[in-house]
């Protein structure tokens, strides 16, 4: 049950900082640029959990490590490398690419110790 109410304010953070970035409101540094970066893979792995478990009608199924780690690889690739090169909306930051591996390492203990709680 903390997973869900974790996910949706996870989700109603990014949402309003997505909204308040739209609306040209000045926002700190730190949450304009590095929040939505820590919360995007948590949110995804997430949804993608949901819908495994929905289809597999398996309750207990969680993402391997090693997916989670293929994922941040991705993200990091995509977001901080290549989109830099071909728009120039976006730029490569270091800190980025840390963020999404943390928070995707992040994510896979929390779903294991969820997982761990249920079993018990």
């Not at 980025?96 to 997982?115: N, Q, T």
Request: glycine letters at 4%.
């Amino acid at each position: 049950m903390w997973r869900k109410i974790l996910y949706f304010m996870a989700l109603l953070i990014a949402l309003t900082i997505y909204g308040l970035q739209k609306s040209h409101f000045s926002l700190p540094l730190l949450i304009s640029n590095y929040i939505t970066d820590f919360l995007c893979l948590p949110l995804v792995l997430g949804f993608i959990t949901f819908l495994i478990r929905l289809i597999k009608n398996d309750k207990i199924f969680r993402l391997p490590l090693y997916i989670i780690l293929i994922l941040a690889c991705y993200y990091s690739l995509f977001f901080e490398y290549y989109l830099p090169k071909v728009n120039s909306r976006y730029t490569a930051d270091w800190i980025d690419v840390g963020l999404y591996f943390l928070s995707g390492i992040s994510f896979y203990y929390l779903e294991k110790r969820e997982i761990g709680f249920k079993l018990s």
